[in-house]
T-cell receptor, first 112, second 114 residues
């Protein structure tokens, strides 16, 4: 069964550094998402992406964040200058024309 | 804006007992409702969804949920718990379509005792 994959599974970085989290959505899906879950808190929506542009974003998704679909298979989340509070599990999801979002296993980002 | 409340951050049941995980939502427009399960060190897996068709929704692994508009609830049930059901369960809501942003509840960790 096709699934969303994410790399790396765990990323450790220093405060102020840039990180790029990578996702490979399910191949025929057109809608892509990033969510995050800070330890002990709810899963929170960050951004959705369709037709090569952001379709929806939350207040969390400020100028420090950006998303890109650099080729036909990858979907990336970039954090330009990481802060301690960016430490979280980041989930990528994708959807086709049905009403279901399929989630990847997540990348745990630790900012030191 | 929509929101989800999951009552009970931890629920413990005996193997073979009824599982009931509670979810209440708030939405000014007809909602799309979802239950996801997360096993340790894994991503979120869809259990079932409500998209304005039948109010009783059956999902995978014997789970089902009933949409009750009058109670703004979407509780998850399973008649007989299995040890493999131990996981964290998340209720989520979106509006318009299921492709819009999901708003999640805080999750309920289900323990199944032998």
């Amino acid at each position: 069964e096709p699934e969303v994959t994410q790399t790396p599974s765990h990323q450790v970085t220093q405060m102020g550094q840039e990180v790029i989290l990578r996702c490979v959505p399910i191949s025929n899906h057109l809608y892509f998402y990033w969510y995050r879950q800070i330890l002990g808190q709810k899963v929170e929506f960050l951004v959705s992406f369709y037709n090569n542009e952001i379709s929806e974003k939350s207040e969390i998704f400020d100028d420090q964040f950006s998303v890109e679909r650099p080729d036909g298979s990858n979907f990336t989340l970039k954090i330009r200058s990481t802060k301690l509070e960016d430490s979280a599990m980041y989930f990528c999801a994708s959807s086709d024309t049905t009403d279901t979002q399929y989630f990847g296993p997540g990348t745990r980002l630790t900012v030191l | 804006a929509q929101s989800v409340t999951q009552l009970g951050s931890h629920v413990s049941v005996s193997e073979g007992a009824l599982v009931l995980l509670r979810c209440n939502y708030s939405s000014s427009v007809p909602p799309y409702l979802f239950w996801y399960v997360q096993y340790p060190n894994q991503g979120l897996q869809l259990l079932l969804k409500y998209t304005s068709a039948a109010t009783l929704v059956k999902g995978i692994n014997g789970f089902e949920a009933e949409f009750k508009k009058s109670e703004t609830s979407f509780h998850l049930t399973k008649p007989s718990a299995h040890m493999s059901d131990a996981a964290e369960y998340f209720c989520a809501v979106s509006v318009g379509t299921g492709r819009r942003a999901l708003t999640f509840g805080s999750g309920t960790r289900l323990q199944v005792q032998p």
